[in-house]
């Protein structure tokens, strides 16, 4: 029993100890979760990433919907803080539902206010930056430069870009665009630096005179107009016509006077003239060049004259004069000799950042435009932007998608702020093809892809993918090329892999050469070696078995055959050896036969064929007279040509020639010939 009772107490005093193990670990780990439910949950103050730009209007009106407050505030609750601002005398600020500001100002108030806006979760507040509000105070219109225009020569139905760059000491608000009695409607654009940019169909014709400008304004209503931009549409230039045939030309080539060219027929040049080639080529065929403001890069411009003449080079800038200098720009270039121009690309320190284009022209027996593209940066960057193209976007067709990888950098650790990002897909000389704008919120160094279309009926050739990214106060611009092209190019290809497809040729040409000359060969080898047989039958047959046996040797070597002991001994087996042999290579040469008597048929077929088109040519000079003629006097003299020529030529003579002349007279000449040709 006390035994008993013991075990009864042991196990009552495990079950104890191993229930309030399970609830001390319970009730820690209950107090652990509910500590870490607490600490997920805590309340974070509403997150600013501004600035909110100043803003300025004209006196006695209202500026509403100026902006979101959406736009500048976050709570990581992701629920809407509650707004309000501070006040400012004489303007009165309005935050509607959406959280839209709104300023209405006194009436003939005029001056500079100021306010701050917060955003309150309930719990924490956070304010804005320091907005300042100029009421009628700003005077000041905004300031342009560089206006270009997307081609340097315009012909009519020509769609051009035009482009100026605009800059505002508060906040641009719109433009339009203007060129000889059309204007466009305002258009929206915004910062205290953008780009004004319209597309324009050119429908004046060849020898018009037109004038477009930009006009644009401030939220002050402060307004500027670029200078007049002139213009001149031009002609399309037509093909040469061939050269008139001098005097006294014509099919004789008669000559002409001293000094002068012979005549020759119209549309076939003299020899003198048609040598005359005057070609050229240039390398590279474009620049592109990334630069910073204050910065200089170099580069090379190889001119090599292709024709067998002297060249005269004119070089000349055009669009981008104030950022190129050529280190030579009249030259001669001997005939296959080329010349190298140090092109220098130089960005003043207050070149405005923006990618301009123009082209370096080089003039000589044909005119060759260079596209040129700039991008200019700030030499103070507080971000910066990369385009980088995916790698199967390189090359693409016409209507297809284009996508690349932009990379934003953070280089001075700015506060997260918005930024604005504009791409564009450009060609060589500046015109748009498609474009999308967004805003990005930018706190750190950010990558991401994006994508824009090809029209369908876009020309193959080199294009940009541009991308611009800015703010209030700074602006980064990078682009990258890709090739549109699906045809093929018969003359590039040619030009590019020109060695490599006439070694092919010539290896095919050897391969040919050999299989024929192996095939001659053994053709030799069966017939020599079918004579051979014939000889050793011989030599049997005349009883010369030693010879016979060396014979048998040299044709069983020729085979690669080995020789039968047998046979060397035994003359009745070299005997059947023999007829294996003789039996073997009748068998080839019969093949050989056939072989050639096909060759034979192809060419007799060439023949006929080549007989059948120049026969009714030939059949006025055939003359059935002929024949009779000649045969039968040539064979009676050609018998008795070693005899005495008295009287046994005579007589021999007189009886042929006379019986088949008296024949052919009074019968058809086909029965004496074929009579005279068997005899």
């Known amino acids: 029993m006390k035994v008993k009772f013991e075990k009864e107490v042991v196990v009552t005093l495990i079950s104890i100890i191993i229930i309030c193990s399970v609830g001390l670990i319970n009730a820690y780990m209950n107090e652990t979760v509910e500590v870490i439910t607490v600490a997920n949950i805590s309340n974070m103050a509403p997150f600013f990433f501004g600035p909110i730009p100043n803003w300025s209007w004209p006196i006695n009106l209202n500026l509403t919907n100026a902006f979101d407050l959406d736009d500048y505030f976050l709570d990581d609750s992701g629920y809407e803080p509650n707004y309000s601002s501070s006040n400012a005398t004489n303007v009165t600020i309005f935050i509607d539902s959406e959280n839209r500001v709104s300023f209405y100002p006194d009436y003939n108030f005029f001056g500079v206010n100021t306010v701050v806006f917060y955003a309150d979760d309930g719990e924490y507040n956070t304010s804005s930056n320091v907005v300042y509000l100029f009421v009628g105070t700003d005077t000041e219109p905004p ?39 059309y204007t466009s409607s305002w258009i929206g654009f915004s910062g205290t630096q953008n780009t004004s940019t319209y597309s324009y169909l050119v429908s004046a014709g060849a020898g018009s005179t037109l004038t477009w400008a930009f006009c644009a304004r401030d939220t002050s ?115 296959g000799g080329s010349k190298k121009i140090t092109v220098d690309f130089t960005a003043h320190e207050n070149a405005t950042p923006e990618e301009y284009f123009g ?37 693409v067709r016409p209507g297809n998608p284009v996508k690349a990888n932009i990379t934003i950098n953070n280089l001075k650790d700015l506060e997260p702020t918005n930024l604005n990002l504009y791409i564009a897909i450009k060609d060589l000389y500046g015109n748009i093809y498609d474009s999308s704008q967004e805003e990005i919120p930018f706190s750190s160094t950010v990558s991401f892809e994006r994508d824009l279309n ?38 590039v290809f040619l030009k590019s892999s020109f060695i490599f497809l006439l070694i092919a040729f010539l290896s ?14 053994d053709k030799e080898r069966v017939l020599s070696l079918y004579l051979m047989v014939n000889e050793l039958k011989n030599l049997i047959n005349e009883g010369k078995f030693d010879n ?78 002929a024949k009779p003629a000649a045969k039968p006097a040539v064979k009676p003299v050609a018998k008795p040509a070693n005899k005495p020529v008295d009287k046994p030529a005579n007589k021999p003579a007189a009886k042929p020639v006379a019986k088949p002349a008296a024949k052919p007279v009074n019968k058809p000449d086909v029965k004496p010939n074929n009579k005279q040709v068997q005899s």
């Open 143 to 181: 300031h342009w430069f560089n206006p270009i225009r997307s081609k340097v020569r315009v012909y009519q139905n020509d769609i051009v870009n035009f482009t100026t760059l605009w800059t505002d000491n508060l906040q641009l608000q719109d433009y339009y665009f203007t060129i000889d009695g």
């Open 221 to 335: 209503d402060n307004m500027n107009c670029t200078d007049g931009q002139v213009f001149e549409v031009s002609s399309i230039p037509e093909p040469p016509e061939p050269p008139e045939p001098p005097p006294g030309g014509g099919g004789g080539g008669g000559g002409g006077e001293e000094g002068g060219l012979t005549g020759y027929v119209a549309g076939e040049p003299p020899a003198e003239i048609a040598r005359k080639v005057r070609r050229f080529s240039v390398d590279p065929e474009y620049f592109k060049i990334s630069l910073k403001q204050g910065s200089t890069e170099t580069r090379l411009l190889t001119i090599t004259n292709l024709g067998n003449l002297d060249l005269l080079f004119n070089l000349s800038v055009e669009l981008v004069e104030d950022f190129i200098t050529l280190s030579e720009d009249s030259f001669t270039v001997l005939f």
């Open 359 to 395: 082209r370096i022209i080089v003039n000589s027996s044909e005119i060759v435009e260079i596209p040129v593209v700039i991008d200019v940066n700030a030499i103070e960057l507080a971000f910066d932007v990369d385009v980088d193209i995916l790698e199967e976007f390189k090359r």
């Open 454 to 491: 090809l029209p369908a009926d876009v020309r193959e050739g080199e294009y940009l993918f541009y991308a611009r990214v800015y703010d209030e106060e700074s602006v980064a611009i990078d682009s990258d090329i890709f090739l549109v092209g699906i045809r093929f190019n018969f003359a």
């Open 508 to 521: 095919v040409f050897a391969i040919v050469l050999i299989l024929k000359y192996r095939r001659e060969r």
């Open 548 to 625: 016979a046996v060396n014979l048998y040797v040299r044709i069983k070597a020729a085979y690669g055959e080995p020789v039968s002991k047998s046979a060397l001994d035994n003359k009745e087996k070299l005997k059947e050896e023999v007829r294996k042999l003789s039996k073997k290579l009748k068998q080839e040469v019969q093949a050989i036969k056939s072989e050639s008597k096909k060759s034979d048929e192809k060419k007799d077929v060439k023949k006929s064929s080549t007989k059948s088109l120049a026969k009714p040519a030939a059949k006025p000079a055939n003359k059935p007279a």
